[in-house]
């Protein structure tokens, strides 16, 4: 099956910018998603990407999508303690099913 | 309203159970969906259904049979339970198969003692 790598763990503080890569394998990916999971709880849908743009914005958050490489990265401006989480990459082709990588754990600090 | 609902929410139980989780959508989606995180976070998908017919079941054990009673409802049966299927379970939907919308629902934290 395809792929989805993600590095584990992130940590930054307060007031930082937090980057959190992701790599793809599947070339024929349509759209690309981020998930966030906090302690306890289940997975909340933060952006997603269709894989003919380059770039979104959405208020702190901002996707870059590197086709040729197949890598997409999620930056968070002014990461804050409550984005402390794990956040998911996931992509979907075709009739396939939602794929998620592994989660990057992100700990923010005072 | 909840759009998709899983219950129990948490489910502890001894080895060698049978035991059922339930999923529930008021989406009006063809295609329902369940995945399994491991105590290590990584989510892995282990069946869809659309409009009540199974189309994937990636190498479950057959002690893991799902049920749909009609398009709204996944039903997960486990038999015979063991250690190794602690995990939480998510139920999902999508309006139908390909379609790049998926909902959550809230996951179920199984226990096995």
């Known amino acids: 099956g395809e792929d989805v790598e993600q590095s584990l763990f992130l940590s930054v503080r307060e007031g930082d910018s937090s980057v959190i890569n992701c790599t793809y394998t599947?070339?024929?990916?349509?759209?690309l998603y981020w998930y966030k999971q906090e302690p306890g709880a289940g997975l909340q849908l933060l952006t997603y990407?269709?894989?003919?743009?380059d770039m979104k914005q959405d208020q702190r958050l901002t996707v870059l999508l590197n086709k040729k490489d197949k890598h997409l990265s999620l930056r968070i401006a002014d990461t804050q303690t409550g984005d402390s989480a794990i956040y998911f990459c996931?992509?979907?082709?075709?009739?396939?099913?939602?794929?998620f990588g592994k989660g990057t754990m992100l700990l923010v600090s005072p | 309203d909840t759009a998709v609902s899983q219950t129990p929410k948490y489910l502890v139980t001894q080895m060698g159970n049978d035991k059922s989780i339930k999923c529930e959508q008021n989406l009006g989606h063809d295609t329902m969906y369940w995945y399994k995180q491991d105590s290590k976070k990584f989510l892995k998908i282990m069946f869809s259904?659309?409009?009540?017919?199974?189309?994937i079941n990636e190498t479950v054990p057959n002690r893991f049979s799902p049920k749909s009673p009609d398009k709204a409802h996944l039903n997960l049966h486990i038999n015979s339970l063991e250690l190794g299927d602690s995990a939480v379970y998510f139920c999902a939907s999508s309006q139908d198969l390909g379609s790049y919308g998926y909902t959550f629902g809230s996951g179920t934290r199984l226990t096995v003692v």
């Open positions: 599947d070339s024929s990916s349509t759209y």
């Open positions: 996931a992509e979907i082709s075709g009739y396939s099913t939602l794929t």
């Open positions: 259904y659309n409009n009540k017919e199974l189309i």
């Open positions: 990407i269709f894989s003919n743009m």
